[in-house]
């Protein structure tokens, strides 16, 4: 989708479809005011008529009004003016492009200049439009042998406020955009069935993606490779699968060439059955979705590329499958990590932590400043948060506090949980240096606590998004999260 500046009053917009904001009880953004004296007063008509309330999120489309340029014209509802905030502005924008959506129009115009968010500034503004317009935009059909209607629009233009802040709000434009569709990769990568998005097709995926980027260099380590290293723990999970395991590394030089990078490393497991710990049936497709850390750190990285933002990042994607088989780690093997520590394995099913904890000694080797895990951890993650919050664990709170602030920013909230050495207790084992699991209490907690085992001298932050990363029913599919959250937070690195 293309995304531009439009400087010209908004009665000489020429767009398929105009959008303009009625805010509670009638009143008129200032832009809309200009539209409506132009148009022999056709919008305050309509509200007069009681057709229109301007409450939040609330849509009208008028045809062929005569003064205006533009065919037709979108009536958004804001709500009361004293009350819009990023949340309700983002709910609202979202209204809107369902509705231009459902029309055949190719091109909108966002009268919005003159709004006055009480939390954000335009370019914020601008930045979210095109990021809800990529992300709504998106539809799967890679399986499907009848391909969906695409949507029509394939343009899509904002008021500048002043001429001197259109460089800003095209550059807040594009950064939405490769937001957009940086989540919009996490969820095609998401929704993509086991037998397709395997451990080897997530590398392929990566390699060919930045293939032709000269300030990107993508390595695969291979099970043979991991087995020299010492990675007992991630293969532990493979052991059981015909499909090889497969350390993916994404190498980033953004920033200066002396600077170490900041790490984000993905939880890859492209099917979960649990192994020997056999899952129930029931919803068990849904463990396609058990590589969305993966996914999420594929689309962050995709979107901070895109944008060539000034930072060294580092990501690691540690991807695998667990399967049962005669070859599969059963609950008592006991597994040596790369760091040395040895693990029982009480439960093949907890397979998440053992990938990872290979995967964070192993970007010890690299420095880094801060290192974010993201993973679909836990079941305890969703019975505690369900899918409104990420779960937040860190053993730094600078980090933890400028992960939250980017949650809040980006409208992809996170909540921390604590992180107490009283709960290390709970994964003791007799029998080996840590147990995989620590019983059926606070089980989000000491997950984190197995992760931090492997963490030492690391500045570190553990996102479980088992609850957030995919909706179930009617509306089943990956969301995309938290890749608005992790761009939010590198693009704040790099600005400092």
Not at 241 to 267: M, N, Q, R, T
Request: hydrophobic content about 40%; glycine content about 8%.
């Amino acid at each position: 989708m293309k995304f531009t500046i439009k400087n010209t009053t908004p009665t000489k917009i020429t767009t398929d479809c105009l959008v303009i904001v009625v805010f509670k009880n009638g009143s008129l953004s200032e832009e809309a005011e200009i539209i409506n004296n132009g148009c022999d007063k056709a919008i305050t008509k309509i509200i007069a008529n009681n057709d229109f309330s301007g409450k939040l999120g609330e849509t009208a489309l008028i045809q062929n009004i005569s003064g205006c340029r533009s065919p037709r014209v979108l009536m958004l509802g804001l709500g009361a003016r004293r009350e819009l905030n990023a949340k309700n502005i983002a709910k609202a924008v979202q209204k809107a492009l369902q509705a231009i959506f459902a029309t055949k129009a190719k091109s909108a115009h966002f009268a919005f200049s003159a709004l006055e968010v009480n939390d954000r500034q335009l370019p914020w503004l601008a930045m979210r439009i095109s990021q809800e317009a990529e992300d709504l935009s998106y539809v799967y059909s890679a399986t499907k042998s009848k391909k969906p209607i695409l949507k029509s629009l394939k343009a899509i233009s904002v008021s500048s406020g002043t001429r001197g802040q259109s460089k800003t709000l095209e550059s807040a434009l594009q950064r939405g955009k490769a937001i957009g569709n940086g989540i919009n990769q996490a969820k095609e990568l998401g929704n993509l069935p086991g037998n397709i998005c395997t451990p080897t097709y997530l590398a392929e995926y990566a390699q060919r993606l930045w293939k032709e980027k000269s300030k990107v260099k993508v390595k695969v380590l291979s099970e043979k490779q991991m087995r020299k290293l010492g990675m007992g723990s991630l293969l532990s999970v493979s052991a059981g699968s015909s499909e090889e395991a497969k350390l993916i590394v994404i190498e980033y030089h953004g920033g200066k060439k002396d600077d170490k990078p900041h790490a984000l490393v993905g939880k890859g497991i492209t099917f979960d059955t649990g192994g020997i710990s056999l899952k129930s049936g029931g919803g068990m497709d849904e463990m396609k979705y058990d590589m969305c850390g993966a996914s999420s750190v594929i689309g962050s990285m995709s979107a901070i590329i895109t944008t060539n933002l000034n930072l060294n990042v580092v990501a690691l994607i540690a991807a695998a499958e667990n399967m049962p088989s005669g070859k599969a780690t059963k609950p008592g093997d006991i597994v040596t990590s790369m760091s040395g520590q040895t693990i029982e394995v009480l439960n093949t099913d907890a397979e998440g932590r053992l990938v990872l904890c290979d995967a964070l000694t192993y970007v010890k080797r690299y420095k880094p400043k801060s290192v974010i895990d993201i993973a679909t951890l836990t079941g305890a993650a969703v019975a505690t948060f369900g899918s409104t919050v990420s779960a937040l664990l860190s053993n730094d709170e600078n980090l933890a506090s400028e992960i939250i602030d980017s949650g809040q920013r980006s409208l992809d909230p996170v909540w921390q949980l604590p992180l107490l050495d009283e709960y290390q207790s709970m994964i003791s084992s007799n029998f080996a240096d840590i147990a995989n699991i620590g019983g059926p209490k606070a089980g989000t907690i000491t997950a984190a606590c197995f992760l931090s085992r492997f963490t030492e001298n690391l500045k570190w932050a553990h996102l479980d998004i088992a609850g957030s990363a995919w909706k179930s029913g009617a509306e089943k599919g990956a969301t995309g999260r938290p890749v608005a959250l992790l761009t939010e937070y590198l693009c704040n690195l790099a600005a400092k």
